[in-house]
Nanobody, 123 residues
Framework: QVQLVESGGGLVQAGGSLRLSCAASGRIFSRYTMGWFRQAPGKEREFVAV????????SYADSPKGRFTISRDNAKNTVYLQMNSLKPEDTDVYYC????????????????WGQGTQVTVSS
C-alpha cells in the first residue's frame, strides 16, 4: 500500500510561483512512476506531468510545458511540482498519483492518489 500526501497549494497572483510537494510512504518501488494531475469542478482529471522514480525521465502536458517542472528526491520519497508564471487557468485541485505501469498520461493507469491540494491563481 502507498500513501500520498500533497502540500504547497494556495492563492497566488498571476505570474507568481508555487511549489507543490507529494510525500510518499509505504511500499514505494523504483519502478513506480509519479504523476501530477489537476481537476476543476465538473471536469475530467487532466494530466500535468509525470516522472519515473528510477531514472527521472519526465513528460509534460502541452499547457504547462516550459512553466512547470517535476522533480523527485528519492531519499525523501517526495515528488515536487514547481509551477512558475502561473495563469488564472491553472486554477484547479492538483493531485499526486503513483503507478507501476510505466510513464502514462492516463489517470486510470495510476493506482494510488493523494487527497489533492487547491491552487488558485488570481488575475
Amino acid at each position: 500500500q502507498v500513501q500520498l500526501v500533497e502540500s504547497g497549494g494556495g492563492l497566488v497572483q498571476a505570474g507568481g510561483s508555487l511549489r507543490l510537494s507529494c510525500a510518499a510512504s509505504g511500499r514505494i518501488f523504483s519502478r513506480y512512476t509519479m504523476g501530477w494531475f489537476r481537476q476543476a469542478p465538473g471536469k475530467e482529471r487532466e494530466f500535468v506531468a509525470v516522472i519515473r522514480w528510477s531514472d527521472g525521465r519526465t513528460s509534460y502536458a502541452d499547457s504547462p510545458k516550459g512553466r512547470f517542472t517535476i522533480s523527485r528526491d528519492n531519499a525523501k520519497n517526495t515528488v515536487y511540482l514547481q509551477m512558475n508564471s502561473l495563469k488564472p487557468e491553472d486554477t484547479d485541485v492538483y493531485y499526486c498519483a503513483a503507478g507501476s505501469r510505466g510513464v502514462s498520461v492516463f489517470s486510470s493507469l495510476y493506482d494510488y492518489w493523494g487527497q489533492g491540494t487547491q491552487v488558485t491563481v488570481s488575475s
